[in-house]
């Protein structure tokens, strides 16, 4: 597997790019991983040559251009081709890496990756998925900031999209699927809301059940994941609130852990005092 990372994407790049790439290769001893670093070739050597690497599996395809944030995403293809987010994503489309990592623009990247790679079969538009914690281990919410506006079936496409993920990378044997409403009622929502949980039947075809859940109910810790009307956006304030939340109960977890280990160590000093 060879994964295309836009080495000079993100407020560090190439040097924190570079290192990540770096590390990553340590980590993962399979030697039919590799990475090909994209960017600029004299900055993106310079900054390999500070660490030790396999050069069997790390390369370098340079490209003369750099995506800002201030470029117009829908342009970018025609702007700006042989920018280091361009040319990896056209390293997928040619079959010379398997995945593309950026750290730059995301909305470059997902117009890059539309126009270039097109959308997988059945699917009417991407989604941008991201995990959050929780108690329970945590869950994706999708879609979150790559559609404006969303059709009913757009959502069940997201839920999908992000149940396939789970399973294959996250290695869930039976995510859930819950919708973000502003209530666990059926009724409650905009008209795209109600329609997408009238859709339910179609995504219970597929996986077991589907259910409404607010953020923040305790139920939320049992979900793997959200299909997300991005009209409801406000609502997703809930979710920050819940994580404060969970990171409240595992800071006091280690807290307590730590006390009772400090408590054990002294205890064991004593003993042996005896």
Same mark, same amino acid.
């Given at each position: 597997?060879?994964?295309?990372? @836009? ?15 770096? @590390? ?50 829908? $342009? ?11 040319? &990896? ?23 890059? +990756? ?28 999708? @879609?979150?900031?790559? %559609?404006?506006?969303? $059709? ?6 997201? &839920? ?20 973000? %409403? ?7 929502? %905009?008209?795209?809301?109600?329609? &997408?949980?009238?859709?339910? @039947?179609?995504?219970? +075809? ?63 000093? $004593?003993?042996?005092?005896?």
């Amino acid at each position: 597997m060879r994964i295309a990372l @836009d080495a000079m994407g993100g407020d560090h790049g190439p040097e924190q790019t570079v290192k990540g790439a770096v @590390d990553f290769l340590r980590e993962v001893a399979d030697r039919d991983v590799g990475v090909i670093l994209v960017g600029d070739r004299a900055a993106l050597e310079t900054e390999a040559a500070r660490h030790n690497y396999d050069s069997r599996r790390l390369e370098i395809n340079h490209a003369g251009q750099l995506v800002s944030l201030d470029d117009q995403p829908s $342009r970018i293809v025609k702007t700006k081709p042989d920018s280091s987010l361009v040319r &990896a994503v056209q390293l997928v489309k040619d079959g010379a890496a398997d995945g593309i990592i950026s750290a730059g623009s995301t909305g470059a990247l997902l117009t890059a +990756s539309l126009m270039i790679l097109g959308r997988i079969r059945g699917v009417r538009r991407p989604a941008i998925a991201t995990f959050m914690p929780s108690e329970s281990g945590g869950f994706l919410l999708c @879609d979150v900031g790559a %559609n404006l506006d969303a $059709r009913p079936t757009d959502l069940v496409q997201s &839920a999908l999209m992000a149940r396939a993920y789970a399973i294959h990378e996250m290695h869930l044997e039976n995510p859930r699927i819950g919708l973000m %409403n502003i209530g666990t009622e059926a009724g409650k929502g %905009n008209e795209i809301t109600q329609q &997408a949980f009238e859709l339910r @039947d179609l995504i219970v +075809s597929v996986i077991n059940r589907t259910r409404t859940l607010i953020p923040s109910t305790p139920e939320v810790s049992l979900t793997h994941k959200y299909i997300k009307d991005p009209a409801w956006l406000r609502h997703t304030i809930c979710v920050p609130e819940s994580v404060y939340r969970i990171i409240q109960v595992m800071v006091n977890r280690m807290a307590k852990n730590n006390i009772y280990r400090i408590i054990r160590e002294r205890q064991k000093c $004593r003993i042996k005092l005896l």
